[in-house]
C-alpha cells in the first residue's frame, strides 16, 4: 500500500520525511521518493530524491552526496506500490512538472491518465514516466 507524508515546520524536512517514510514501510511498496523546498528562497527550487530502492537505501544515497544534504524545511515523501509504470527511478514518486515548481505524490488511479498524457505531450509538456500520477503536475503546470 502506498504511503504519503508532508512536512511544513522549523526543522530540516529531509530527515524528518524519511524517519516518516521508514514507519510507513510496514504496508511494503518498491520505490519510494522525497521532494524539498525551501519556501523562504525566491527561486522556490524542488528538489528530488527518489528511487526504487527501500527508504534506508535511499537515506544512506542522499548521505553519500557529500553535503548535499537539502536544508529545506518543507518537503512531501511517498513510497509506491506500482499500479502504472514499472518499479523504477522514473516512475518513483514524487513527479515534477516542466517548470519544476509543482511536486506531486498521489495514491490511486487515475483512469483518464492516458488521455491526459497524450494531450499534455500535444501540448509541449515533457513527462518522462509512465505512470498515471504524473500528468497531475504538468495539469497544474498548465493552469497555474
Avoid at 103 to 118: C, D, K, P, S, Y
Wanted: one cysteine or more; aromatic letters at 6%.
Amino acid at each position: 500500500m502506498c504511503g504519503i507524508v508532508g512536512y511544513i515546520g522549523e526543522k530540516k524536512a529531509q530527515a524528518v520525511l524519511l524517519n516518516a517514510l521508514g514507519k510507513l514501510e510496514y504496508r511494503g511498496y518498491d520505490s519510494c521518493g522525497i521532494a524539498l523546498t525551501d519556501v523562504s528562497l525566491s527561486n522556490g527550487s524542488i528538489q528530488v530524491f527518489k528511487d526504487a530502492v527501500r527508504v534506508n537505501v535511499l537515506a544512506k544515497k542522499l548521505a553519500a552526496l557529500n553535503g548535499a544534504a537539502h536544508d529545506g524545511k518543507t518537503g512531501i515523501g511517498h513510497t509506491r506500490w506500482a499500479t502504472h509504470g514499472e518499479p523504477s527511478k522514473k516512475n518513483a514518486h514524487p513527479h515534477l512538472d516542466c517548470s519544476g515548481k509543482f511536486a506531486v505524490v498521489h495514491n490511486g488511479t487515475i483512469n483518464n491518465f492516458q488521455q491526459l498524457r497524450e494531450q499534455l505531450t500535444a501540448e509541449g509538456h515533457n513527462l518522462v514516466s509512465d505512470t498515471d500520477t504524473e500528468a497531475l503536475p504538468h495539469l497544474i503546470e498548465k493552469y497555474y
